[in-house]
């Protein structure tokens, strides 16, 4: 059923007037919660790609592995679209919605329009299903769990940052209201 878009008040909820199905709500000082998740994410991205990720220990040997350890081997291996999607998914997609979010954000908070927001706005929105941390993290205690019978392994704050990432950017896009971008799209055209 077609229904015309309106302004919602405060906490509202615009349903369908045939099934009752949920549409679109009103989010609450959404600019400010999805710019707040969204630095917060890229911090937790930061520590994630900087810091180790796992320390196997295995007959006295020492290796410590962070997040693009796993794609550079995939590559070595001649696995080089499995490397690419891993590389792409895990770190690439979600690196640029985080950053493509501030980018858009940032300057609305302070009421100015930055530039090529509708075409960066898209883009982040074609993005948001590919950024599949929630899967790399499965893959990677899948690991853990096999690793462990055969070596030491010790869990390192990238690994919590990188647990800690999957639920921030789950709420960055749950906080966002996109007709706070759009609406100043329609304003600037």
């Known amino acids: 059923m077609l229904h015309r878009r309106q302004p919602l008040p405060p906490a509202g909820v615009a349903t369908c007037s045939r099934c009752g199905t949920i549409l679109y709500r009103s989010r609450r000082n959404s600019l400010d919660r999805t710019l707040a998740m969204a630095v917060c994410g ?13 320390t196997l220990k295995f007959e ?5 592995t962070n997040l693009v350890t796993g794609v550079m081997e995939l590559y070595r291996q001649g696995m080089v ?4 999607l891993v590389l792409a998914t895990g770190i690439a997609f979600p690196l640029l ?3 493509g979010l501030i980018y858009l ?3 609305l908070k302070f009421d100015r329009t930055p530039w090529g927001m509708a075409g960066v706005f898209r ?11 929630e899967v790399f993290l499965l893959g990677i ?3 853990i769990v096999k690793l462990a019978g055969m070596a030491t392994v010790i869990p390192g704050a990238a690994l919590y940052a990188f647990l800690a990432l999957i639920f921030v950017v789950a709420a960055t896009a749950a906080t966002l209201d996109p007709d706070i971008v759009w609406d ?6």
């Open 141 to 143: 205690l899948v690991s």
């Open 42 to 54: 890229l911090i937790l991205f930061i520590i994630a790609n900087l810091s180790p990720f796992l």
């Open 60 to 64: 006295g040997q020492t290796q410590e």
């Open 105 to 107: 954000l940032l300057p």
């Open 184 to 189: 100043r799209v329609k304003i600037t055209l």
């Open 81 to 84: 679209p499995i490397a690419l």
């Open 97 to 99: 919605e985080l950053t």
């Open 123 to 133: 883009v982040i929105r074609a993005l948001q299903p590919w950024g599949m941390t």
